[in-house]
């Protein structure tokens, strides 16, 4: 079965651009996670998506949004970028909502210059 | 306010050697603790989970200890190999109605040849 893939892997952008970062999730999951992982920094939740809709949200301003498709691929969207964005965001997917068995993929490293 | 703690930040141990690291929590009520390995630049990938009623759980080298009544884990590595250098992270979920993962700032090992 594969496993959770992001893309892309690498990202560098310039501080006011937007930026779309996707995930595909475990084939049969139907929950995605989103989080940001900063040097020194534990994990900090974005949101989740279950069957389309935001089931949960972290402490993140309104320019990070994200949504989910009918297959489950979720994407995140982070506009006006600032360099405190930069950071390693890891996409996690479980078979249901609120569960901490999650896969977790690579990651997508973005920079903001 | 629910909060993960884990110390150590970083440790550097020789290869062979064992180690112990430590997750103290506040997360109240409480359903279960998992911990986790991330190698760089990779996504974090679980070890282990226990439940409340959970003392001892072991995943080969790796075995992991709850007390929930003083709210501490610990992960101990035995006969450590370059492999195992990676940062370790402890996450607690809690019961309540605001559901969230509480994740910890983890513990980055390296092990010296």
């Known amino acids: ?113 | 306010k629910n909060q993960v703690e884990q110390s150590p930040q970083s440790l550097i141990i020789l290869e062979g050697k064992n180690c112990t690291l430590q997750c103290n929590y506040t997360v109240s009520p409480f359903s279960n603790l998992r911990w986790y390995k991330q190698d760089t630049g990779r996504g974090p990938v679980s070890l282990t989970i226990m439940t409340f009623s959970e003392n001892t759980k072991s995943n080969g080298r790796y075995t992991a200890t709850l007390d929930a009544d003083t709210k501490q884990s610990s992960l101990h590595i035995t006969a450590s190999q370059l492999s195992d250098s990676a940062s370790y992270i402890c996450v607690v979920s809690g019961m309540d109605s605001n559901y969230q993962l509480i994740w910890g700032a983890g513990t980055k090992l390296i092990i010296k040849p």
């Open chain 1, 1 to 113: 079965k594969a496993g959770v893939t992001q893309t892309p892997r690498y990202l560098i952008k310039t501080r006011g651009q937007q930026v779309t970062l996707s995930c595909s999730p475990i084939s049969g999951h139907r929950s995605v996670s989103w989080y940001q992982q900063t040097p020194g920094q534990g994990l900090q939740f974005l949101f989740e998506y279950f069957s389309e809709t935001q089931r949960n949200k972290g402490n993140f301003p309104g320019r990070f949004s994200g949504r989910q498709f009918s297959n489950s691929r979720s994407e995140m969207n982070v506009s006006t970028l600032e360099l405190g964005d930069s950071a390693l965001y890891l996409c996690a997917s479980s078979l249901v909502p609120y569960s901490n068995e999650q896969f977790f993929g690579p990651g997508t490293r973005l920079t903001v210059l």
